[in-house]
């Protein structure tokens, strides 16, 4: 058969393959009531297999423990790339992820030259007279929650974001705060919340007024009384007994949004972008966890509903060309020396200034440094649970006596030494990381429940809200 034959051949195939799935989804379209959109923002298939993997091996005898969502029935791929750009950033791929319109770098759903807005799949659902909340465990302003609730050119004005979310009249706002609360608009001194409190949003910001929330007509906006650096949530790793996790507040959204007319949910982790973006493989593993639990929470409401709910569960991109393999590793992996990790890289650094204040940067100063290096991450001599190796040692004293000269990046602000501890851990446990930044890799696509079949194959970014849509009008 000449190869031209079997291009026409194939061709031929896949058109009466579309053909039939097109017909199926004209025939079936049956309607999702309840719909949950949730978004790993950063998680690609290396971060969810990685977590497996990690949860597998702390339970030791060869086990295999899938997380809830990768036993969805239906898996597909997509792509992320944005109009402008190859490799996507979190408001192009938010933007194609709540309208269906590829758009530029930065843009909050607005068209690529930022004139137009894009309406959304949260705005079309409100009109439609579902209830709708919008969750994210970073501030509620950032890239990913913001493209579902409101319309500006750049993702960096977070003053102009949070008067759309005051002006919204989306249900229900839980998560992280403001990073720009306050600001002029029109000669006037505004303060976002006071706004959204005029507009008729109840603030809530304890967790006794967070847990005695029932359903009301109310809007409801809950900042976490418990945030970090960013006004986002504690990093899964860090977070003490009884703080209120992702799982905690979509459980909550699911009890005041339910009602006759249906919910649209959108859920995003957002911060597994963060530690990937600064290499940080315990706490990634730790973030994809805490994710997976808000899932299973959807999961139960799923199990109640399963004729009438849809659970989808994606990324907007890749975040640190994260790979399942080292080149010290080789052949080999062992996950559970994450678990020597106790805190997060972000929390570290803030363990690492307070050291700097009683300590110098000299020979003895690092003799005591490998005493922290030992609690916070295992590292030490031979009996320590990680025996470095002399390159490794080398490597730490390198990035330890630059101490004072680091630079702090965009995300997590890590320092040097931080990195390079976190590198050495994710080597040795056989993980490999390629970026600090984001990559051009096709993400994974779970689904379960009304028309979940839909969504499995190759798809694109932009087709979810489509056929999320299908389902909903
Ligand atoms: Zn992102």
Same mark, same amino acid.
């Given at each position: 058969?000449?190869?031209?034959?079997?291009?026409?051949?194939?061709?031929?195939?896949?058109?009466?393959?579309?053909?039939?799935?097109?017909?199926?989804?004209?025939?079936?379209?049956?309607?999702?009531?309840?719909?949950?959109?949730?978004?790993?923002?950063?998680?690609?298939?290396?971060?969810?297999?990685?977590?497996?993997?990690?949860?597998?091996?702390?339970?030791?005898?060869?086990?295999?423990?899938?997380?809830?969502?990768?036993?969805?029935?239906?898996?597909?791929?997509?792509?992320?790339?944005?109009?402008?750009?190859?490799?996507?950033?979190?408001?192009? #791929?938010?933007?194609?992820?709540?309208?269906?319109?590829?758009?530029?770098?930065?843009?909050?759903?607005?068209?690529?030259?930022?004139?137009?807005?894009?309406?959304?799949?949260?705005?079309?659902?409100?009109?439609?007279?579902?209830?709708?909340?919008?969750?994210?465990?970073?501030?509620?302003?950032?890239?990913?929650?913001?493209?579902?609730?409101?319309?500006?050119?750049?993702?960096?004005?977070?003053?102009?974001?949070?008067?759309?979310?005051?002006?919204?009249?989306?249900?229900?706002?839980?998560?992280?705060?403001?990073?720009?609360?306050?600001?002029?608009?029109?000669?006037?001194?505004?303060?976002?919340?006071?706004?959204?409190?005029?507009?008729?949003?109840?603030?809530?910001?304890?967790?006794?007024?967070?847990?005695?929330?029932?359903?009301?007509?109310?809007?409801?906006?809950?900042?976490?009384?418990? =945030?970090?650096?960013?006004?986002?949530?504690?990093?899964?790793?860090?977070?003490?007994?009884?703080?209120?996790?992702?799982?905690?507040?979509?459980?909550?959204?699911?009890? =005041? =949004?339910?009602?006759?007319?249906?919910?649209?949910?959108?859920?995003?982790?957002?911060?597994?972008?963060?530690?990937?973006?600064?290499?940080?493989?315990?706490?990634?593993?730790?973030?994809?966890?805490?994710?997976?639990?808000?899932?299973?929470? #959807?999961?139960?409401?799923?199990?109640?509903?399963?004729?009438?709910?849809?659970?989808?569960?994606?990324?907007?991109?890749?975040?640190?060309?994260?790979?399942?393999?080292?080149?010290?590793?080789?052949?080999?992996?062992?996950?559970?020396?994450?678990?020597?990790?106790?805190?997060?890289?972000?929390?570290?650094?803030?363990? =690492?200034?307070?050291?700097?204040?009683?300590?110098?940067?000299?020979?003895?100063?690092?003799?005591?440094?490998?005493?922290?290096?030992?609690?916070?991450?295992?590292?030490?001599?031979?009996?320590?649970?990680?025996?470095?190796?002399?390159?490794?040692?080398?490597?730490?004293?390198?990035?330890?006596?630059?101490?004072?000269?680091?630079?702090?990046?965009?995300?997590?602000?890590?320092?040097?030494?931080?990195?390079?501890?976190?590198?050495?851990?994710?080597?040795?446990?056989?993980?490999?990381?390629?970026?600090?930044?984001?990559?051009?890799?096709?993400?994974?696509?779970?689904?379960?429940?009304?028309?979940?079949?839909?969504?499995?194959?190759?798809?694109?970014?932009?087709?979810?809200?489509?056929?999320?849509?299908?389902?909903?009008?």
């Amino acid at each position: 058969m000449t190869k031209f034959r079997l291009f026409v051949l194939s061709f031929l195939a896949i058109s009466f393959f579309a053909f039939i799935s097109c017909q199926q989804a004209e025939q079936n379209n049956p309607k999702a009531k309840y719909v949950f959109f949730f978004i790993g923002d950063g998680m690609g298939v290396s971060q969810v297999l990685a977590t497996e993997a990690f949860q597998s091996a702390m339970t030791g005898e060869g086990n295999h423990i899938p997380l809830g969502f990768r036993e969805f029935p239906e898996a597909g791929l997509s792509t992320t790339y944005a109009a402008n750009r190859f490799i996507t950033g979190s408001a192009a #791929a938010g933007t194609a992820l709540a309208t269906g319109y590829k758009t530029n770098i930065g843009r909050i759903s607005m068209d690529t030259s930022g004139t137009v807005p894009f309406e959304t799949i949260a705005e079309k659902a409100k009109k439609k007279g579902m209830k709708v909340g919008i969750i994210s465990s970073v501030s509620i302003d950032h890239a990913t929650p913001a493209v579902f609730y409101a319309h500006q050119p750049n993702r960096g004005m977070y003053f102009e974001i949070g008067l759309d979310l005051a002006a919204s009249n989306i249900d229900f706002f839980g998560g992280g705060g403001f990073r720009k609360p306050e600001g002029e608009f029109e000669g006037e001194k505004i303060k976002i919340i006071e706004l959204a409190q005029q507009n008729g949003f109840e603030y809530i910001n304890t967790k006794a007024a967070f847990g005695a929330l029932t359903p009301s007509d109310h809007k409801v906006l809950f900042v976490n009384p418990g =945030l970090t650096g960013g006004e986002a949530m504690l990093y899964a790793i860090d977070q003490p007994e009884g703080y209120i996790s992702l799982a905690d507040i979509t459980k909550k959204a699911i009890e =005041l =949004l339910d009602n006759e007319n249906g919910f649209f949910m959108m859920v995003e982790g957002g911060k597994i972008d963060w530690v990937c973006h600064a290499n940080d493989a315990a706490t990634t593993v730790y973030e994809v966890l805490d994710f997976s639990a808000a899932v299973d929470v #959807a999961v139960s409401f799923y199990k109640q509903h399963p004729d009438e709910t849809l659970i989808l569960v994606t990324a907007d991109h890749e975040t640190g060309g994260l790979g399942l393999g080292s080149n010290v590793m080789k052949y080999e992996s062992d996950y559970s020396l994450l678990a020597h990790q106790k805190v997060s890289g972000e929390a570290f650094n803030k363990i =690492l200034s307070d050291w700097r204040k009683d300590n110098h940067i000299n020979e003895k100063g690092f003799k005591k440094m490998l005493m922290l290096l030992e609690e916070n991450f295992g590292f030490g001599g031979e009996e320590a649970p990680i025996a470095l190796s002399r390159g490794e040692k080398e490597t730490l004293k390198k990035a330890f006596m630059a101490y004072d000269l680091s630079q702090e990046s965009e995300y997590g602000n890590y320092n040097r030494l931080t990195y390079v501890a976190t590198e050495i851990l994710a080597h040795r446990a056989g993980l490999g990381w390629t970026t600090y930044s984001h990559t051009g890799v096709a993400v994974p696509v779970y689904t379960i429940g009304v028309y979940s079949t839909a969504f499995s194959g190759n798809i694109d970014n932009t087709d979810i809200p489509k056929l999320i849509w299908e389902t909903i009008e």
